[in-house]
């Protein structure tokens, strides 16, 4: 993409951006098509993620593409355990309620992406007082390839109930690495207009005025 040094975006270009910030949605294995990504695409969501702000420029992430069937497997056998132990932490109709969930697409999604942050030994500009800076960075890199994604119309689902030490066990990855996300991408059948965890009635969306403080807490 040519970048131009005063570029300035028209009101139809920041609608156009509204659009696929409030399109974007969680996907999960529901709604995922076996049709493959093209790579040119998988390159448009990495360079997003590569443009992504970090502290001090410190660029804290790899990203592990797993197409492999097998790979996937493994992880999934982490997937079950852990929400088999996440089940039993919710009581009564929750309970009931989270075990009719789909919370994963790792089987159904043809490639799946590890994120990982990547920690400098020395001191890192912007991270010596806020040592979480790092890994905030890499969850920057997670949002600009969901964003990107939606706008090429692929589906994105983040993983989260899985043991890091056995994903990065499967995978190989060094010991110093800390995985901060586990991502699945896919074309869909569609995307939700709210989330799904809205329109299943597992929570409500806060309102603007319930989180947003003026000036200081009272
Ligand atoms: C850090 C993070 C971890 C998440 N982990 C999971 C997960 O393990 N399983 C799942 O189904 N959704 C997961 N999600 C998706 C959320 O459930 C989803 O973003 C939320 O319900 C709002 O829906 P939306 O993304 O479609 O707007 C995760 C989202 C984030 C930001």
Redesign the pocket.
Known sequence: MKKHPQRTFTSEEQQLLEEIIVH???V?GNRFLTTPIPESAMDTILQAALAAPSVGFSQPWEFVMIKDQETKQAVKESFSEETANAATLFEDQKQKEYIQLK??GILESPINLAVFYTPKAGPVLGQTSMPNMGKYSVVCAIQNMWLMARSLNIGM?????LDPEKVKEVLNAPPTHQLI?YLCFGYTDMF?NQ???ELRKWDRKKLQKEVVIQEKYR
């Open positions: 974007r949605r969680d999960r919370l994963e689902g983040w993983v989260s109930i996300g939700y989330p799904e965890l």
